[in-house]
């Protein structure tokens, strides 16, 4: 008894600070898990909510029908789309800035750099309103721009095919800036006898970049590959904002797909399976995240 | 010799500088083009050449944001949420200093547990936390949209981080001195970690600001919505009154630039910490 006493005495305060946090990372997040992978395996909609007697364990009958329904394919398809074309244009156009911006330390740099920053701290429903705006068929600033160069004015939200690649456009001119700064600081980190030496060795500009910068940033691209990756797989509001999924489910997303069948159709059990999946293809580029991290470029 | 490389090195420089600006004009037009367009009467808006800058410009767009949209309630709502949003960095603030400064059972593996909660994706949590809140009686309340997202896990990771690099000597000298436990939280360890504070503010408060999956789940009232769940409502009900959008869609995006111009040095600091993790 004595012995518990001063064993509490001993541990109370680290436990009570901890409490608050961990009890609610337990409650919100990791009992949720459990009870997802649970209803995942049930029928349960708003009739099962109003009375949970209509709730049936229907083993894996969710998981088929996911794969049955060409919609869900075609949002699997349409996310990895967002991946496959995303995410290098968001490596290529976040270093390519950083580098650029990281030529000069003055004022006018800072300013740039500024404004290049700028769209990734906005809010995503915001600035999908005024790109659905900039994209508008008839009065939409893009497509005046076209027509003063000639050119016809695009479908850009109802073309299935453009649809997607408007979106990502989007969502590329969001993902820049928090991305450049990752590529800014590591360009920062490069130890400058790097320079000096290619310097005495008579090397130029493009062999300093190629041979020493690009590879040099490596362990940030893979960052920035990995992070990147991860939102594209959760692309949301921006279709949810601009298109709904449509035309055709051209931009339909597996997080917009699980949000439909969820919350607006009220399937919650099917929707619980559906997200599974997403976490299934999520944990995966996570643990290779995990897995690649041991080769990296040391300097 | 000296001179020409000078030269060559300001040549690239200026050659540098009107490439990043040809680029930063694509990156500012949709913000530009947003103000421009609220500030225009609805006449005007659908002109073919557009205006620029408006020739007649008007707030009457503006007025019927507060007038006819509610944005009055969205704003409060969305400001009762970032509020306590701080409370939840206090919270995660005292893990943190726990898992830095103690020694106790379990310790470890309870850390890497909460490391292990940022590999969950919302989408997975979402539909539980749903339900059970549905059990309790929480949805379409306040409660509900706010006590979820309280504790975050990579808040506790870099406040664990930080709080680490205080020195111990410290703390000690005030249990000598008799002070309490959370005498010591409060006098000694928050004032030392201001600059992370500073950081996880910003951003926590820009999170509660645009915060809208959660709160358009949970709030079936209207007097819920946050600002960001009313403006893509406001999308849904005024399709083609883009003059009203781009007011709505300024409101949110122009406080957010603000704070930022002011606190800039901290955003560049949070990300660059994510980044090295």
């Known amino acids: 008894m004595k012995n518990i006493i001063r064993w509490i005495n001993k541990y109370k305060y680290p436990y009570l600070f901890i409490m608050p946090a961990v009890s609610l990372l337990l409650v919100f997040t990791i009992i949720p898990i459990f009870v997802a992978l649970i209803i995942s395996l049930t029928n349960i909609d708003l009739s099962g909510l109003a009375d949970w007697s209509n709730i049936q364990f229907i083993g894996l009958r969710n998981y088929i029908n996911l794969f049955k329904d060409s919609a869900f394919k075609k949002s699997i398809f349409n996310t990895v789309y967002y991946v496959v074309i995303g995410v290098p244009l968001v490596i290529i156009f976040s270093m390519f800035i950083a580098i650029l911006l990281d030529y000069g330390k003055n004022i006018i740099f800072k300013i740039l750099r500024l404004f290049y920053y700028m769209p990734s701290i906005t809010n995503s429903i915001a600035v999908a309103i005024v790109w659905g705006w900039l994209y508008n068929t008839n009065y939409g600033l893009f497509n005046y721009l076209l027509s003063l160069v000639g050119l016809p004015g695009q479908q850009w939200l109802s073309n299935p095919i453009l649809a997607k690649l408007s979106l990502i456009l989007l969502a590329l001119w969001k993902a820049i800036g928090a991305n450049m700064i990752i590529f800014l600081a590591a360009l920062q980190g490069i130890p400058k006898v790097y320079y000096e030496a290619a310097d005495i060795d008579g090397a130029n500009k493009w062999q300093k970049l190629i041979k020493i910068k690009i590879p040099l940033l490596s362990h940030a691209t893979f960052f920035v590959a990995v992070t990147t990756t991860i939102g594209w797989l959760q692309f949301f509001e921006e279709p949810f904002v601009m298109t709904g999924g449509g035309p055709l489910n051209s931009t339909l997303s597996m997080a917009l797909y699980i949000y439909q069948n969820g919350f607006q159709l009220g399937y919650f059990g099917y929707s619980a399976a559906g997200s599974f999946v997403l976490f299934l293809m999520i944990i995966t580029v996570t643990l290779m995240q995990f897995k690649f991290k041991k080769n990296n470029v040391e300097y | ?277």
């Open chain 2, 1 to 277: 010799m000296g001179e020409i490389t000078m030269y060559r090195k300001s040549k690239d420089k200026y050659f540098i500088i009107m490439l990043l600006l040809i680029g930063s004009i694509g990156m500012l037009l949709p913000f530009f083009w947003m103000v421009s367009t609220s500030f225009k009467p609805a006449n005007e808006i659908f002109n073919i050449p557009p205006t620029f800058i408006p020739k007649k410009p008007t707030i009457q767009n503006y007025v019927q944001l507060f007038r006819e949209m509610n944005f009055g309630i969205y704003l409060k709502n969305t400001l009762i949420i970032a509020l306590f949003s701080m409370l939840g960095l206090v919270i995660n603030a005292l893990a943190g200093y726990a898992f830095a400064k103690f020694q106790f059972p379990g310790k470890e593996k309870i850390f890497y547990l909460v490391l292990a909660t940022m590999m969950i994706p919302g989408q997975v949590t979402m539909i539980p936390v749903y339900l059970m809140l549905n059990k309790m009686g929480l949805t379409n309340t306040m409660p509900g949209i706010i006590l979820p997202g309280l504790a975050s896990a990579f808040g506790i990771f870099l406040f664990r981080q930080f709080m680490a690099t205080i020195p111990s000597e410290l703390i000690e000298a005030a249990r000598i001195d008799g002070a309490s436990e959370f005498r010591i939280f409060l006098q000694i360890i928050l004032p030392e970690s201001k600059p992370v504070f500073a950081v996880q503010g910003t951003f926590t408060f820009i999170g509660a600001w645009n915060s809208f999956l959660w709160p358009l789940i949970i709030a079936n009232d209207e007097n819920l919505y946050t600002l960001s769940v009313g403006l893509a409502l406001l999308k849904g009900q005024h399709g083609s009154d883009f003059g009203l959008q781009m007011a709505g869609s300024t409101f949110l995006v122009i406080p957010i630039i603000i704070v930022f111009l002011f606190l800039q040095r901290y955003f560049v600091e949070g990300i660059t910490i994510t980044g090295i993790k």
